[in-house]
Each structure stands twice: as C-alpha cells, then as structure tokens.
C-alpha cells in the first residue's frame, strides 16, 4: 500500500529532546478521541513511513477510532541527525519516546515496537511503567537471535545507493528474499518505498550513516545481552506478540519462553514471513484491532 497523503489523515509532529535535537512524527486521528492512543515505534534504520497503512486504519476505524502517534529517532527519516554517533542507543531513545509522548499531551498509551521499537517498550515498562496500558511487541523478544543482528548488521552497513526505484526493489530482493520467499514484484517495490525515502524522485538512505557504527562490535562471539528483567516488566501488563514464521531475530522457542513468563500474553504468528512480517496480514491485523479495543474497555 502507499502512503496516505492529507492533512485530514495525519499531521506533522515535532519535539525537542533533553540534547536539544528535533524528533520528528506524525500524528494520526482526533487528539480528542476518548480510545487509547497508541504508539508506534519503528526498526533500527526504519522510519514513520513502515506504519502508514496501519496508522491510517486504527485512526479512521468507524468503531472505534483512535489517535496514533507514529516517531522517527534520531537519526532516522526526519529526525535531527546526533553529532555524537554514541547517542544511538536504546536507552537515549527512550528518553526521546518519553519526551514526544509527553510533548503530544499523552499520559496512558499502548506501544507497538518493532524490533528496536520493541526493545525500547520494553525498557519503558522498566523505566515508566505507569504511562504503558498495554504492549504490541513486533518480531522482538528478549533474547535475540544473533544470527539475525548479524544479517542485518551486514546488510545495513552494506546498503549501496541505489540508482533509481527498480533499482532499489532488486536490491530488497536481493537482501530479503529468504525471509519472503512469497512475495512479488510489487511486494518488493512497496518494501524499497518503505525503505528508502524519495528526494526529488529519487531513492536516498534514510538514516545517519553514523548508526552503522553502534553495530561493528556485534559477532557470533559477542552476542547481545538478554532483556529478560525488561520484558518481565510487562508481565502485568496486556502482551501480544506478532512473530514472523520463518524470522532469524526471534525465534519460536523465544515467544515459548515468553508465553509461559507472561500469564495473559496472546500471540499471531505470521506464516512464511521473516523479520519483520507484516502488520497487515489479515489474523495480525484482527488480532491488533482486538487488543486495543480490550484497552478501551479495560480503561473505560
């Protein structure tokens, strides 16, 4: 799908981080609806754009229509770029969803965190627990499966520049096409407009090349340390996992492990997808209407 265009869709978001950088969003909905808001939180190098059929969707719902706030970090998409490279670490950007959150006027939000969005939810339900009703991890669990950071080390610090927008589908399809061994040309079309952001017609990086550096020191023999206190954080919180069948970052013995730890999480597994499925494959898609819809009766 593409992005939706319009005021009468989203509007443009903006905030001051404690380091005096400009966090950049949209802003979907009617800031006045009585549902729980909800946040959208992208991947390491992604940006707003990954959520806009989504966002437009939960905001336009005529059930229950809600508002949602969708971030860049820093860094990524229209987010001020950070001098100092070090800054692009988990814990700085959750300050940064703090700060939005409460530059948007928001106090009770559920969070939807893909990859790195969901390692930052879950450093928020340690951090802030109060402000979080409710979780929507995407692809992402508490122990992360090193082969799949070192692919997308790989990946990331490889990204050529792509020549035009054909170009920049073949390269998607290059990189990706294990983990979707379904889809077709315009799935892979979409997935390089996702990707990369337009300038002036043309396909451009959309992330500070500096962020590459936060990943040289990933190996086989350093693998991430495990965020099992975080995650048990949200152990009272309503959890719902979306994990693609065949990812290389989040594995099915993970989500097990993370079903028995969590005594309500519920979960939707995304067939023949890897790191990340869709959002919009029709059980996830019902299964993230229902879970807010829960919230709003929960926090009536």
Not at 54 to 60: C, E, K, N, V
Not at 121 to 143: F, N, Q, S, Y
Request: with cysteine; charged share 25%; hydrophobic share 40%.
């Amino acid at each position: 799908m593409e992005e939706t265009q319009g005021a009468d869709i989203w509007r443009e978001f903006s905030c001051r981080t404690m380091d005096d950088l400009t966090i950049r969003g949209r802003d979907y909905g009617n800031r006045l609806s009585d549902t729980m808001p909800l946040v959208c939180l992208p991947g390491l190098t992604r940006s707003t754009r990954d959520f806009d059929a989504l966002a437009t969707l939960i905001s336009q719902d005529s059930d229950a229509p809600r508002r949602v706030l969708t971030l860049d970090y820093r860094g990524r998409g229209r987010s001020d770029y950070d001098p100092n490279w070090e800054n692009y670490h988990p814990l700085t950007e959750a300050q940064d969803v703090l700060n939005a959150i409460t530059a948007a006027g928001l106090r009770d939000v559920a969070i939807l965190g893909t990859s790195r969005g969901g390692i930052i939810a879950m450093l928020l339900g340690a951090l802030r627990p109060g402000i979080l009703k409710g979780v929507i991890l995407h692809d992402i669990g508490p122990t992360i499966d090193v082969t799949g950071l070192i692919k997308i080390k790989n990946y990331v610090s490889q990204m050529p520049q792509p020549r035009n927008w054909q170009d920049a589908a073949d390269i998607m399809r290059t990189v990706h096409r294990g983990s979707f061994p379904n889809n077709n040309d315009e799935d892979w079309m979409q997935a390089a407009r996702l990707t990369f952001a337009d300038k002036n017609g043309a396909p451009v990086l959309d992330f500070d090349p500096g962020l590459i550096k936060t990943l040289v020191a990933i190996s086989a023999d350093d693998p991430p340390p495990d965020l099992w206190p975080q995650f048990m954080s949200l152990r009272a919180k309503p959890l719902l996992v979306i994990r693609g069948g065949i990812s290389d970052l989040f594995s099915q013995a993970t989500l097990d492990m993370m079903d028995r730890a969590h005594p309500t999480l519920k979960s939707v597994v995304v067939p023949d997808q890897g790191h990340v499925p869709s959002l919009l494959y029709p059980p996830a898609l019902e299964a993230i209407f229902a879970f807010l819809k829960a919230l709003d009766v929960a926090h009536a």
